[in-house]
Nanobody
Framework: QLQLVESGGGLVQPGESLRLSCVAS????????IAWFRQAPGKEREAVSC??????NYADSVKGRFAISRDDAKNTVYLEMNTPKPEDTAVYYC????????????????????WGQGTQVTVSS
C-alpha cells in the first residue's frame, strides 16, 4: 500500500496551465503505475491519464492537452494541464497499482489499491 497526497488544484481560467502533483509515501513507489482520475459533480469517475513502465496513456478528452510525468527520486507523479477547459472541472485523484498488474490488465483496467484524497480543479472565467 502507498499513501498518496495530491496538490496543485485551484481555480484557473480557460487556457491557463495548471500542474497537479501526487506525492507517494513508501519504498515500493517505483514498482507502481500511477493514474489520475477525475470526478465531476453528478458524473461518474473517469480515468484521465496513467504512467507505468515508461509508458503513458491518456483519455481521448485530454489527449494533446495534458501531460503526465513521474520523478521516482521524489516519489512524485505530475499532471500538467495545458489549455484546460471548463469541462475539465472536477476533483482529481491519483491512484496506484502494481506495475505487474498494469502489464497484465492495461493501465486504465488495473486494480488500483491506493487512492489519494483528491484535489479540486475549477476551470472558469
Amino acid at each position: 500500500q502507498l499513501q498518496l497526497v495530491e496538490s496543485g488544484g485551484g481555480l484557473v481560467q480557460p487556457g491557463e496551465s495548471l500542474r497537479l502533483s501526487c506525492v507517494a509515501s513508501g519504498s515500493t513507489f517505483p514498482y507502481h503505475g500511477i493514474a489520475w482520475f477525475r470526478q465531476a459533480p453528478g458524473k461518474e469517475r473517469e480515468a484521465v491519464s496513467c504512467i507505468s513502465d515508461g509508458h503513458s496513456n491518456y483519455a481521448d478528452s485530454v489527449k494533446g492537452r495534458f501531460a503526465i510525468s513521474r520523478d521516482d527520486a521524489k516519489n512524485t507523479v505530475y499532471l500538467e494541464m495545458n489549455t484546460p477547459k471548463p469541462e475539465d472541472t472536477a476533483v482529481y485523484y491519483c491512484a496506484a497499482a502494481w506495475s505487474t498488474v498494469v502489464r497484465a490488465l492495461g493501465c486504465f483496467g488495473a486494480d488500483f489499491h491506493s487512492w489519494g484524497q483528491g484535489t479540486q480543479v475549477t476551470v472558469s472565467s
